[in-house]
T-cell receptor, first 113, second 110 residues
Framework: EAGVAQSPRYKIIEKRQSVAFWCNPISGHATLYWYQQILGQGPKLLIQFQNNGVVDDSQLPKDRFSAERLKGVDSTLKIQPAKLEDSAVYLC???????????FGSGTQLSVL | LAKTTQPISMDSYEGQEVNITCSHNNIATNDYITWYQQFPSQGPRFIIQGYKTKVTNEVASLFIPADRKSSTLSLPRVSLSDTAVYYCLVGDGSQGNLIFGKGTKLSVKP
Protein backbone atom coordinates (compact mmCIF):
# COMPACT_ATOMS: atom_id res chain seq x y z
CA GLU A 1 0.00 0.00 0.00
CA ALA A 2 1.43 3.39 -1.01
CA GLY A 3 1.87 5.83 1.83
CA VAL A 4 1.21 9.55 2.10
CA ALA A 5 3.34 11.38 -0.45
CA GLN A 6 4.65 14.89 0.16
CA SER A 7 6.79 17.20 -1.91
CA PRO A 8 9.16 18.86 -1.89
CA ARG A 9 11.22 17.18 0.81
CA TYR A 10 13.20 20.35 1.54
CA LYS A 11 12.67 24.01 0.71
CA ILE A 12 14.77 27.06 1.45
CA ILE A 13 13.32 30.52 0.82
CA GLU A 14 13.88 34.08 1.94
CA LYS A 15 11.39 35.88 4.16
CA ARG A 16 8.48 37.50 2.34
CA GLN A 17 8.69 34.93 -0.45
CA SER A 18 5.90 32.47 -1.19
CA VAL A 19 6.02 28.69 -0.93
CA ALA A 20 3.65 25.79 -1.58
CA PHE A 21 3.62 22.23 -0.33
CA TRP A 22 1.83 19.31 -1.93
CA CYS A 23 0.30 16.22 -0.36
CA ASN A 24 -1.18 13.10 -1.91
CA PRO A 25 -2.97 11.04 0.76
CA ILE A 26 -3.53 7.32 0.79
CA SER A 27 -6.15 6.35 -1.76
CA GLY A 28 -9.64 6.31 -0.28
CA HIS A 29 -8.77 8.28 2.84
CA ALA A 30 -11.48 10.85 3.46
CA THR A 31 -9.73 12.86 6.17
CA LEU A 32 -6.59 14.89 5.54
CA TYR A 33 -4.56 16.92 8.03
CA TRP A 34 -1.76 19.46 7.81
CA TYR A 35 0.49 19.79 10.86
CA GLN A 36 3.36 22.18 11.54
CA GLN A 37 6.22 20.84 13.65
CA ILE A 38 8.80 23.27 14.99
CA LEU A 39 12.08 21.72 16.11
CA GLY A 40 11.78 20.18 19.58
CA GLN A 41 8.00 20.45 19.72
CA GLY A 42 5.07 18.17 18.95
CA PRO A 43 3.14 18.60 15.70
CA LYS A 44 0.59 21.43 15.73
CA LEU A 45 -2.62 20.95 13.74
CA LEU A 46 -3.11 23.66 11.12
CA ILE A 47 -6.11 22.40 9.21
CA GLN A 48 -8.27 19.29 8.88
CA PHE A 49 -10.29 18.36 5.78
CA GLN A 50 -13.09 15.84 5.49
CA ASN A 51 -13.24 15.03 1.77
CA ASN A 52 -12.95 18.52 0.22
CA GLY A 53 -14.56 20.41 3.11
CA VAL A 54 -12.76 22.10 5.99
CA VAL A 55 -13.54 20.55 9.39
CA ASP A 56 -11.24 22.74 11.45
CA ASP A 57 -8.84 25.55 10.58
CA SER A 58 -8.84 27.40 13.89
CA GLN A 59 -5.03 27.17 14.21
CA LEU A 60 -4.28 28.25 10.64
CA PRO A 61 -2.79 31.79 10.41
CA LYS A 62 -5.20 32.82 7.69
CA ASP A 63 -3.47 36.12 6.95
CA ARG A 64 -0.60 34.21 5.36
CA PHE A 65 -1.50 30.52 5.19
CA SER A 66 -4.03 28.93 2.87
CA ALA A 67 -4.90 25.34 2.05
CA GLU A 68 -7.16 23.57 -0.35
CA ARG A 69 -8.09 20.02 -1.16
CA LEU A 70 -9.21 19.70 -4.73
CA LYS A 71 -11.79 17.00 -5.48
CA GLY A 72 -11.26 15.56 -2.02
CA VAL A 73 -7.91 14.00 -2.91
CA ASP A 74 -4.64 15.96 -3.21
CA SER A 75 -4.03 18.99 -1.06
CA THR A 76 -1.78 22.03 -1.18
CA LEU A 77 -0.67 24.29 1.66
CA LYS A 78 0.61 27.75 0.78
CA ILE A 79 2.43 30.40 2.77
CA GLN A 80 2.45 33.93 1.40
CA PRO A 81 4.46 35.83 2.54
CA ALA A 82 6.74 33.64 4.66
CA LYS A 83 8.20 34.79 7.97
CA LEU A 84 11.28 33.55 9.80
CA GLU A 85 9.08 31.83 12.41
CA ASP A 86 7.51 29.66 9.69
CA SER A 87 10.69 27.58 9.60
CA ALA A 88 9.45 24.11 10.50
CA VAL A 89 8.55 20.70 9.13
CA TYR A 90 5.12 20.59 7.52
CA LEU A 91 3.52 17.20 7.88
CA CYS A 92 0.56 15.87 5.96
CA UNK A 93 -1.49 12.98 7.34
CA UNK A 94 -4.56 11.10 6.22
CA UNK A 95 -7.02 8.69 7.76
CA UNK A 96 -9.86 6.59 6.47
CA UNK A 97 -12.40 8.35 8.65
CA UNK A 98 -12.61 10.11 11.99
CA UNK A 99 -11.15 8.13 14.85
CA UNK A 100 -9.05 6.05 12.53
CA UNK A 101 -5.29 5.97 12.86
CA UNK A 102 -3.39 8.69 11.08
CA UNK A 103 -0.82 7.91 8.42
CA PHE A 104 1.85 10.59 8.08
CA GLY A 105 4.08 11.55 5.20
CA SER A 106 7.77 12.30 5.69
CA GLY A 107 7.12 16.01 5.71
CA THR A 108 8.56 19.07 4.01
CA GLN A 109 11.33 20.81 5.89
CA LEU A 110 11.05 24.56 5.33
CA SER A 111 13.83 26.99 6.13
CA VAL A 112 13.04 30.70 5.92
CA LEU A 113 16.14 32.89 5.81
CA LEU B 1 -10.19 19.88 24.02
CA ALA B 2 -8.64 17.21 26.17
CA LYS B 3 -5.04 17.98 27.04
CA THR B 4 -2.40 15.43 27.88
CA THR B 5 0.57 15.42 30.22
CA GLN B 6 3.53 13.10 29.75
CA PRO B 7 7.05 12.92 31.17
CA ILE B 8 9.46 14.90 29.01
CA SER B 9 12.05 12.13 28.89
CA MET B 10 12.80 8.59 30.02
CA ASP B 11 15.90 6.43 29.93
CA SER B 12 16.00 2.65 29.68
CA TYR B 13 18.31 -0.21 28.78
CA GLU B 14 17.95 -2.82 26.11
CA GLY B 15 15.74 -5.73 27.10
CA GLN B 16 13.81 -3.83 29.76
CA GLU B 17 10.09 -3.15 29.78
CA VAL B 18 9.23 0.54 29.48
CA ASN B 19 6.01 2.09 30.73
CA ILE B 20 5.08 5.63 29.71
CA THR B 21 2.11 7.17 31.48
CA CYS B 22 -0.08 9.91 30.05
CA SER B 23 -2.53 11.99 32.10
CA HIS B 24 -5.75 13.23 30.47
CA ASN B 25 -8.04 14.37 33.27
CA ASN B 26 -10.70 15.99 31.07
CA ILE B 27 -11.11 13.19 28.55
CA ALA B 28 -14.55 13.23 26.91
CA THR B 29 -16.92 10.28 26.56
CA ASN B 30 -16.31 9.94 22.82
CA ASP B 31 -12.53 10.32 23.02
CA TYR B 32 -10.14 7.54 22.16
CA ILE B 33 -6.54 7.34 23.38
CA THR B 34 -3.91 6.93 20.69
CA TRP B 35 -0.15 6.66 20.87
CA TYR B 36 2.31 7.58 18.13
CA GLN B 37 6.07 7.08 17.76
CA GLN B 38 8.30 9.53 15.93
CA PHE B 39 11.89 9.09 14.77
CA PRO B 40 14.03 12.08 13.68
CA SER B 41 13.27 13.31 10.17
CA GLN B 42 10.14 11.17 9.91
CA GLY B 43 6.43 11.68 10.47
CA PRO B 44 4.78 10.11 13.52
CA ARG B 45 3.78 6.47 13.23
CA PHE B 46 0.71 4.91 14.84
CA ILE B 47 1.47 2.46 17.65
CA ILE B 48 -1.79 1.62 19.40
CA GLN B 49 -5.26 2.91 20.16
CA GLY B 50 -7.76 2.11 22.90
CA TYR B 51 -10.94 3.26 24.60
CA LYS B 52 -10.92 1.36 27.89
CA THR B 53 -9.29 -1.55 29.74
CA LYS B 54 -6.38 -3.17 27.92
CA VAL B 55 -5.37 -3.35 24.29
CA THR B 56 -2.43 -5.35 22.98
CA ASN B 57 -0.88 -5.62 19.54
CA GLU B 58 2.37 -6.96 18.17
CA VAL B 59 4.46 -4.03 19.38
CA ALA B 60 2.86 -2.64 22.57
CA SER B 61 0.14 -2.79 25.18
CA LEU B 62 -2.09 0.01 26.32
CA PHE B 63 -3.57 0.03 29.81
CA ILE B 64 -6.52 2.30 30.57
CA PRO B 65 -8.08 2.41 34.06
CA ALA B 66 -11.82 2.56 34.57
CA ASP B 67 -11.92 6.35 35.05
CA ARG B 68 -9.93 6.82 31.78
CA LYS B 69 -8.11 9.83 33.24
CA SER B 70 -4.75 8.31 32.41
CA SER B 71 -3.25 5.63 30.22
CA THR B 72 0.01 3.69 30.14
CA LEU B 73 1.88 2.60 27.04
CA SER B 74 3.94 -0.51 27.73
CA LEU B 75 6.83 -1.49 25.45
CA PRO B 76 8.13 -4.98 26.23
CA ARG B 77 11.86 -5.69 25.96
CA VAL B 78 12.94 -2.46 24.26
CA SER B 79 15.84 -2.31 21.84
CA LEU B 80 18.07 0.54 20.67
CA SER B 81 15.72 1.06 17.73
CA ASP B 82 12.91 2.03 20.11
CA THR B 83 14.73 5.28 20.87
CA ALA B 84 12.20 7.87 19.72
CA VAL B 85 9.63 10.40 20.87
CA TYR B 86 6.29 8.96 21.97
CA TYR B 87 3.11 11.01 21.83
CA CYS B 88 -0.20 10.40 23.58
CA LEU B 89 -3.28 11.85 21.88
CA VAL B 90 -6.82 12.05 23.17
CA GLY B 91 -9.76 12.79 20.91
CA ASP B 92 -12.36 11.37 18.57
CA GLY B 93 -10.83 12.79 15.42
CA SER B 94 -13.62 15.24 14.75
CA GLN B 95 -13.43 19.03 14.81
CA GLY B 96 -9.65 19.09 14.80
CA ASN B 97 -9.21 17.68 18.28
CA LEU B 98 -6.26 15.37 17.64
CA ILE B 99 -3.76 17.50 19.53
CA PHE B 100 -0.15 16.45 19.99
CA GLY B 101 1.58 17.40 23.22
CA LYS B 102 5.33 17.65 23.68
CA GLY B 103 5.76 13.90 23.87
CA THR B 104 8.15 11.70 25.82
CA LYS B 105 11.67 11.28 24.51
CA LEU B 106 12.71 7.69 25.21
CA SER B 107 16.41 6.88 25.13
CA VAL B 108 17.37 3.21 25.11
CA LYS B 109 20.96 2.46 26.04
CA PRO B 110 22.99 -0.71 25.43
Amino acid sequence: EAGVAQSPRYKIIEKRQSVAFWCNPISGHATLYWYQQILGQGPKLLIQFQNNGVVDDSQLPKDRFSAERLKGVDSTLKIQPAKLEDSAVYLCASSLEYNEKLFFGSGTQLSVL
Amino acid sequence: LAKTTQPISMDSYEGQEVNITCSHNNIATNDYITWYQQFPSQGPRFIIQGYKTKVTNEVASLFIPADRKSSTLSLPRVSLSDTAVYYCLVGDGSQGNLIFGKGTKLSVKP
